[in-house]
C-alpha cells in the first residue's frame, strides 16, 4: 500500500535549536497516529511541514509518492488532499456556517466559484448532509458563526473539514480548550474518519487518550524519541518524553 506522506529527514531550523532535528515518519492509509510532547517540543512545526504551511530547510516531503512540488498551482493541487483542524478553529465570524463548510472546498474550485460563495448559498444540498452527519440542524447554514455556540463552531470546523474531503487528517490540539464531554464527541468523530484511504495525525496534550489511536509518535526537543505502537508503549517512554518539562 502507498504511503500518503513521507517525510525524510527534514529540518527545521530555529533561534537557539532546531526546531526539527531531522524528522522522519511515514504516515499509512488507515492509521491513527497520536503526535505528542512537551511545550516546544515541534509538534505544531510538524503539522505546519506536513499541510505545507513551512518549508523545511532541509529532508523531502514526499506526497502519495511524489516529492511536494515546487510548482505553486501543482502543490496547491497537493495540497488540497490535506486538511487541517485548528485549536483556533480559523473560522470565519462574520460568514455564515454554509459559507465556512464551503470554504473546505477551496482548493479544488476556481476563483469564480470561490467568490460565487461569498455571494450567495451555494450548493446547499451537500452542506445540509454534512450538518445532518454531525447532528447539526440544517437550519443552522444560513446564521453567522459569530451566533454559535462553542460546541457547535467544532462541529463547523469538522464540518469544513469533511467538505474538503482529504485523504490526510491533521488536527492541533483541537480539545485542549473543550470541557471533558465535547472533547469526548470532537475526538470521536475524527476517529470514525480515520479509515483507509484516509489517515488522522493528531497532536495531544492528553497521554490518557492514547488509547483510541494505532500508533503513537513522540517529539522532545524537535526531536522524534517514540515511533511505534500503543500497545507496545511503555510507561517509563511517556516518563522520559515529559521528564523535566513544564508542562
Same mark, same amino acid.
Given at each position: 500500500m502507498k504511503a500518503l506522506l513521507e517525510l525524510d529527514q527534514i529540518v527545521? +531550523?530555529?533561534r537557539h535549536r532546531p526546531r526539527l532535528d531531522h524528522i522522519s515518519l511515514v504516515l499509512q492509509p488507515g492509521e491513527r497516529v497520536a503526535l505528542i510532547g512537551p511545550s516546544g517540543a515541534?509538534?505544531?512545526?510538524?503539522?505546519?511541514?506536513?499541510?505545507?504551511? $513551512?518549508?523545511?530547510?532541509?529532508g523531502r516531503v514526499v506526497w502519495l509518492g511524489e516529492e511536494r512540488s515546487k510548482s505553486p498551482h501543482r502543490r496547491r493541487r497537493q495540497q488540497a488532499r490535506i486538511g487541517t483542524l485548528w485549536q483556533?478553529?480559523? $473560522? &470565519?465570524e462574520e460568514l455564515s456556517v454554509q459559507q465556512n463548510i464551503n470554504a473546505g472546498r477551496l482548493g479544488q474550485?476556481?476563483?469564480?466559484?470561490?467568490?460565487?460563495?461569498?455571494?450567495?448559498? &451555494?450548493?446547499?444540498?451537500?452542506?445540509?448532509? &454534512?450538518?445532518? +452527519?454531525?447532528?447539526?440542524? #440544517?437550519?443552522?447554514?444560513?446564521?453567522?458563526?459569530?451566533?454559535?455556540s462553542g460546541g457547535q463552531r467544532q462541529r463547523v470546523a469538522l464540518g469544513r473539514l469533511l467538505r474538503q474531503d482529504p485523504l490526510l487528517l491533521l488536527a492541533d490540539e483541537p480539545l485542549a480548550s473543550l470541557d471533558p464531554r465535547l472533547a469526548n464527541e470532537l475526538? @470521536?468523530? $475524527?476517529?470514525?474518519?480515520? @479509515?483507509? #484511504?484516509?489517515? $488522522?495525525?493528531m497532536s495531544l496534550h492528553r497521554p490518557d487518550l492514547l488509547h483510541h489511536f494505532d500508533r503513537v509518535v513522540g517529539l522532545r526537543d524537535g526531536q522524534l524519541v517514540v515511533d511505534q505502537s500503543v500497545a507496545s508503549l511503555g510507561s517509563h517512554q511517556l516518563d522520559g518524553l515529559y521528564a523535566g518539562a513544564s508542562n
Amino acid at each position: 500500500m502507498k504511503a500518503l506522506l513521507e517525510l525524510d529527514q527534514i529540518v527545521v +531550523r530555529g533561534r537557539h535549536r532546531p526546531r526539527l532535528d531531522h524528522i522522519s515518519l511515514v504516515l499509512q492509509p488507515g492509521e491513527r497516529v497520536a503526535l505528542i510532547g512537551p511545550s516546544g517540543a515541534g509538534k505544531s512545526s510538524l503539522l505546519a511541514v506536513a499541510n505545507g504551511l $513551512l518549508a523545511a530547510q532541509g529532508g523531502r516531503v514526499v506526497w502519495l509518492g511524489e516529492e511536494r512540488s515546487k510548482s505553486p498551482h501543482r502543490r496547491r493541487r497537493q495540497q488540497a488532499r490535506i486538511g487541517t483542524l485548528w485549536q483556533d478553529l480559523r $473560522l &470565519i465570524e462574520e460568514l455564515s456556517v454554509q459559507q465556512n463548510i464551503n470554504a473546505g472546498r477551496l482548493g479544488q474550485w476556481g476563483w469564480p466559484q470561490a467568490l460565487l460563495n461569498l455571494l450567495l448559498p &451555494i450548493e446547499t444540498e451537500a452542506c445540509a448532509a &454534512i450538518l445532518k +452527519r454531525l447532528e447539526l440542524d #440544517p437550519a443552522l447554514l444560513c446564521q453567522p458563526v459569530s451566533a454559535l455556540s462553542g460546541g457547535q463552531r467544532q462541529r463547523v470546523a469538522l464540518g469544513r473539514l469533511l467538505r474538503q474531503d482529504p485523504l490526510l487528517l491533521l488536527a492541533d490540539e483541537p480539545l485542549a480548550s473543550l470541557d471533558p464531554r465535547l472533547a469526548n464527541e470532537l475526538l @470521536q468523530l $475524527l476517529l470514525e474518519q480515520a @479509515q483507509a #484511504p484516509r489517515c $488522522l495525525l493528531m497532536s495531544l496534550h492528553r497521554p490518557d487518550l492514547l488509547h483510541h489511536f494505532d500508533r503513537v509518535v513522540g517529539l522532545r526537543d524537535g526531536q522524534l524519541v517514540v515511533d511505534q505502537s500503543v500497545a507496545s508503549l511503555g510507561s517509563h517512554q511517556l516518563d522520559g518524553l515529559y521528564a523535566g518539562a513544564s508542562n
